[in-house]
């Protein structure tokens, strides 16, 4: 569903991300991991458009979308949520997944219905789906932490999406939100049958249920393959895991 | 439009408001009538500033522009042209319209303050055009003495004009605000990258907001034709800007009638202290500064707030 | 023929010196104004206030002084002082408050203190035009290309440019206080980060930039009637300089006064009643080529 080919991309100097290659295929739940400051948000950044690559491609459902504006490729069926919490602060939870909602129905050039009457129910579906439908009239500005990561991902599914980013989904959440927020992201996948490219730092989160994982190391990738295969990957464990020398978990 | 404001006796306060502005003229003197229909008329245009500025996050700040020139327009519609007067009350808000789209077409692909600073500059280019252009503005003259239609050339006709047309422009506005356009406009302030990854085209969003909100300051541009029958070069200086940011920030950004009542007091205010010093600037900028460090909701956001709490 | 000998003619060669010792001034004043918007990123619109009291103040030092050469030079370098004075003073009461908050505040907090500024000018000084002056050495004209007249004090001003110039460049590129501010511009975390107290670093930064809008007004003051609100028309200028020059690049500046000196002094040679508008319309073209600035901007 998703390729990525040799993407490249460089800040002054700085190879943030150096040659990525990913394939994503229909209904997978693929991981990224890697140290900070591997490139993970740089390549989502890259695939989804809020970043112009130097060179390699990106293809979305066999079409190049390389370069294209976000809003483009959001049409296409491609949403993601973001690492450091990016709701709309000043309104409320519903507001929120409605505006993604309307957007979605290429409402938002409508003057003069007012926004009230508008996509309720699918709007409140989405909601009630993620499990924030108690907090439909909360100002999104005050939710916690972990509400509001999770309406980071309502906002996404209002787009209707078939391929869903998620940029470390559960970061900061308190154990049982994270626990909330797998079964959610478990959910999405067997429910809905959507396709799910994550990166986490949660290494129990990553094994728990992605079917493949990729390893990012300054830029680059070190290895792409099954949790078992990542595992007890030496190179991963020397790299990433601090090179203790037997399998993880 | 009220209600969403002050809650449930909103509308109470809404229909007691209007109908006390209606009837207004039969016990306020001249001069009084005129202020109202100032306050009125700043009030429309704070609240287009509002729209595109705390509504859509974009800085606008050279809004005086398209209130000049809505000004202008039908100032020179009605004085060169043999045309209808009333032709101008339109051609005005729509040369306004116009300019706002072609000056936002320049400025949209800058960020959030170069967007600003590009503005003003364009903004002061019209401003010298009109400054200079004596043949056709007068220059810093201006134009006196427009002559208007019969049935609004009296200053109480001229007030319920006002009254109209500002409570129908408001009321559009409003509907705008509240509608599905509206809510993906705040979203843009709120988050623009967000707005984008949801699939919202944010410039051709901000660039309508623009539209609007130039069109409506040409409304308030020319309702001043109405109401003073002049047009000056000052009306789209740069500080006249300022000023208007100063009613919206004073009654609140992201209250619908807050900029209504910051106009409000500040007209009140500047009609008051002016009787008895001719330092009204330096109060302006003593309340401006107090606004800034204690209040920057807004009075109409800061009740809001308190009411919140208490509830 | 004649057409290209009208452009080399005494009056369009003069011109050009006109304009360009309106450069050296709204370099001077715009110079300061991008160091502000680069390192503290306020759109200080009370910068054009600090130029009128600078000149109003480079008045009451020269009259006070019997407004002789003792007073002008004592005038140059007293304004500009008590000039950044003030500011270190708004800095430290008021502005070091505010930084976190939105550019929207800042820019209406620094129209507030220009409102405030405007009329304290009109409390002190009074409302009619004051003329400082000029020195007896700088007092006449000299005589250019084939007998024009050319003031003296003008060429004064022509030898300051690069002298102040001069001085930013050292400043900037070879103290330890300039590069610490350029690396504040473009992170300030990380300058923070280090254990450089940037608050101090913004603090001087600010009264240095103030400084010169002072030294603009002071040398200005001869040459123009000083008054009242000739701050509104500068700080509008200042802006524009700072735009097409690239927000933050004191050698935009440069480039920017020197485009808005020419085109203004020359705009006036060929159509005097539009004048005005030529460096206006400079902007726009420089502005369509190049959207962020003629040099790279410090955002």
């Known amino acids: 569903m998703l390729q990525v080919k040799a993407l490249t991309k460089t800040f002054g100097g700085f190879k943030a991300v150096k040659d990525v290659d990913l394939n994503v295929k229909k209904g997978e739940i693929v991981a990224v991991i890697g140290p900070n400051g591997a490139g993970k948000t740089t390549l989502f950044n890259l695939i989804t458009g809020i970043l112009k690559p130097d060179s390699g491609q990106v293809f979305f459902r066999d079409q190049d979308i390389t370069g294209l504006p976000p809003y483009v490729i959001c049409k296409k069926g491609m949403t993601r949520s973001f690492q450091i919490v990016n709701v709309f602060q000043r309104l409320s939870v519903f507001e929120n997944v409605q505006i993604s909602v309307m957007s979605r129905e290429g409402k938002t050039w409508n003057l003069f219905t007012p926004s009230k009457k508008l996509l309720i129910e699918d709007t409140d579906r989405i909601l009630d789906s993620v499990g924030l439908l108690g907090k439909r009239e909360n100002i999104s500005g005050a939710l916690s932490h972990g509400d509001r990561k999770v309406l980071e991902i309502a906002m996404a599914l209002g787009g209707n999406p078939e391929f869903l980013i998620l940029d470390e989904p559960t970061a900061g959440m308190a154990p049982e939100e994270t626990e909330r927020c797998i079964e959610l992201i478990k959910q999405l996948s067997d429910k809905m049958g959507l396709t799910i490219l994550f990166c986490e730092h949660d290494m129990e989160l990553v094994f728990s249920i992605s079917e493949r994982i990729m390893v990012m190391v300054r830029g680059s990738t070190i290895i792409q393959g099954s949790c078992e295969e990542v595992r007890c990957n030496e190179a991963v464990q020397d790299a990433y895991l601090g090179g203790s020398d037997v399998c993880l978990m | ?311 | 023929m004649d057409f290209i000998y009208s452009f080399i003619s005494p009056g369009f060669l003069s011109q050009i010196l006109v304009g360009l010792s309106r450069t050296v001034i709204l370099f001077i004043v715009a110079s300061g104004l991008s160091l502000i918007l680069g390192v503290l990123r306020i759109p200080n619109v009370f910068h054009g206030s600090l130029y009128m009291i600078g000149a109003f103040m480079s008045y009451t030092i020269s009259v006070a002084f019997g407004g002789g050469d003792t007073g002008f030079w004592l005038a140059l370098i007293g304004a500009p002082i008590g000039v950044a004075l003030i500011s270190l003073v708004i800095e430290r009461g008021l502005f070091q408050y505010l930084y976190e908050r939105e550019h929207l505040m800042l820019i209406l907090f620094t129209f507030a203190i220009s409102l405030v500024f405007g009329d304290l000018v009109k409390l002190v000084w009074g409302a009619e035009y004051k003329s400082v002056p000029v020195p007896q050495v700088f007092q006449g004209f000299v005589s250019l290309f084939g007998g024009l007249p050319f003031p003296k004090y003008n060429t004064f001003l022509l030898f300051m440019g690069p002298v102040v110039a001069f001085a930013l460049w050292l400043l900037v590129t070879k103290t330890k206080m300039g590069k610490i501010s350029q690396a504040a511009a473009v992170d300030r975390e990380m300058v923070g980060a280090v254990g450089i107290n940037v608050s101090w670093v913004f603090a001087t930064v600010f009264v240095i930039g103030c400084l010169l809008a002072g030294l603009g007004g002071a040398l200005v003051a001869p040459t123009v009637s000083v008054t009242l609100g000739m701050d509104h028309s500068l700080i509008m200028e200042g802006f524009l300089i700072v735009i097409i020059g690239g927000l933050g690049n004191i050698w935009g500046a440069l480039l920017g006064a020197l485009i808005f000196g020419l085109t203004q002094s020359l705009g006036i040679l060929i159509w005097p009643q539009f004048g005005i508008v030529f460096p206006y319309c400079a902007v726009i073209v420089v502005l369509l080529i190049r959207p962020t600035g003629l040099l790279k901007s410090t955002w």
């Open chain 2, 1 to 311: 439009m009220v209600q969403s404001i002050l809650g449930g006796k909103g509308r109470v306060w809404g229909y007691g408001g209007i109908i006390v502005l209606i009837l207004l003229p039969l016990f306020l003197p001249r001069f009084y009538i005129y202020l109202t229909s100032l306050i009125l008329l700043y009030g429309l245009f704070a609240t287009s500033l509002n729209f595109a500025l705390g509504y859509g996050g974009i800085y606008q700040f050279h809004h005086a522009v398209f209130y000049g020139v809505g000004a202008y327009g039908a100032a020179l519609v009605i004085t060169k042209t043999g045309l209808s007067p009333w032709l101008g009350f339109i051609v005005g808000p729509l040369a306004s319209a116009l300019l706002s789209f072609v000056m936002g077409l320049i400025c949209i692909r800058l960020s959030k303050l170069y967007f600003g600073m590009l503005q003003i500059s364009l903004g002061s280019l019209v401003w010298a055009v009109i400054y200079r252009w004596y043949g056709l503005t007068g220059g810093d003259d201006g134009i006196h003495g427009i002559p208007m239609p019969d049935i609004i050339a009296t200053p109480n006709s001229a007030y319920y004009f006002t009254l109209i047309v500002t409570a129908a422009s408001l009321f559009v506005i409003h509907r705008m605000i509240k509608s599905p356009f509206g809510s993906a406009l705040q979203g843009v302030r709120d988050n623009a990258v967000r707005s984008e990854m949801i699939g919202v085209n944010v410039k051709r969003h901000q660039l309508a907001a623009l539209v609007i909100a130039g069109f409506f300051a040409g409304v308030s541009g020319a309702l001043f034709v109405v109401v003073d029958t002049t047009v000056f070069p000052d009306m789209l200086f740069w500080t006249f800007s300022m000023e208007v940011m100063i009613m919206c920030l004073l009654g609140g950004w992201f209250t619908f009638m807050g900029p209504m009542l910051g106009a409000a007091l500040i007209v009140l205010l500047r009609t008051f202290i002016s009787t008895f010093t001719v330092y009204w600037a330096l109060f302006l900028g003593l309340i401006l500064m107090f606004v800034i460090f204690f209040l920057p909701d807004g009075v109409l956001g800061f009740f809001q707030k308190k009411m919140k709490q208490k509830n």
